[in-house]
Each structure stands twice: as structure tokens, then as C-alpha cells.
């Protein structure tokens, strides 16, 4: 499986955490069986995103916040477009992939996903962030 394809899965796994607010082991187990995930690698990949957003979703949501325009909170975003906010803010920062890449592949799950105008405000939302943690290309 490549990485897009296991993105669009942490974005999934992601997404129902949003929605559930907790994803206990054996509920990790079940999404891996239902969406067929033999690989270790990208049940690795699957644990590390889980985790690595949950362990750091305070600063992340912090980044999210101070990155909108006035009158908006969290709350008024939609789940699925925080869900693709939360893995490209956590695979640029703390898995250091390129920013490019991460924003590309989550606006592509946007175009997928979300709805018209989900492109172009996550996409100005990670620009901030970029510019904001003054993130390197090749990181």
C-alpha cells in the first residue's frame, strides 16, 4: 500500500477519533481488519499519526486556532476538515515531511472529501502555519 492510500486511511482513523473523542486498542484492531490492513508498516504508520496527533493536539488545535480569522473557533470547523488540518500539522512538524508534500496530499483528500471551499481554507490555514514555524521545504 503507498503512502497516499495509508494517508487517506489515517485521515479516516483521524476523522473517527474527532467523531468519537477516543479510540481504544481493540477499536484500532477492528478498523485495521475492516479496512483490510495486513501491512505492518502501514499499521506503523496508522499508530504513529493516532498517537503522535492525540500526544501533541493541544499545540496542534493551538496552531489550528490562532490561524483562523476572527469570530471562528475550532469548533465551527467542520470534523473532516480538522481531522485533514490535524495530519498535515503533524506529519509537517513533528514527522518533518516537506510542507509541500503534506499540504498537497491533504488538499487532494479534501477535493475527495470536503466541500468546495475546504481547498483553499486549509490550504491558507497551512501557508500560516508554514510561514508562522518557518518550516523548511525539505523538512
Known amino acids: 500500500m503507498n503512502r497516499t492510500k495509508s494517508r487517506e486511511l489515517a485521515f479516516k482513523l483521524i476523522y473517527e477519533k474527532e467523531i468519537?473523542?477516543?479510540?481504544?486498542e481493540e477499536n484500532l484492531e477492528i478498523f485495521f481488519e475492516s479496512n483490510e490492513i495486513k501491512e505492518q508498516a502501514?499499521?506503523?504508520y496508522l499508530k504513529d499519526i493516532l498517537f503522535g496527533v492525540s500526544k501533541n493536539e493541544e499545540r496542534i488545535n493551538e496552531l489550528i486556532s490562532k490561524n483562523?480569522?476572527?469570530?471562528?473557533t475550532l469548533d465551527r470547523i467542520s470534523k473532516i476538515n480538522v481531522s485533514l488540518l490535524k495530519?498535515?500539522?503533524?506529519?509537517?512538524?513533528?514527522?518533518?515531511?516537506?510542507y509541500k508534500i503534506a499540504i498537497n496530499e491533504v488538499i487532494e483528500?479534501?477535493?475527495?472529501?470536503?466541500d468546495e471551499q475546504a481547498k483553499s481554507f486549509i490550504n491558507g490555514i497551512l501557508a500560516s502555519i508554514v510561514k508562522d514555524e518557518k518550516l523548511d521545504e525539505t523538512e
Open 68 to 72: 483562523l480569522k476572527e469570530k471562528w
Open 42 to 44: 502501514v499499521k506503523e
Open 109 to 114: 483528500l479534501a477535493k475527495v472529501y470536503s
Open 20 to 24: 468519537q473523542k477516543e479510540i481504544e
Open 87 to 98: 495530519i498535515a500539522i503533524y506529519e509537517m512538524i513533528y514527522n518533518k515531511l516537506p
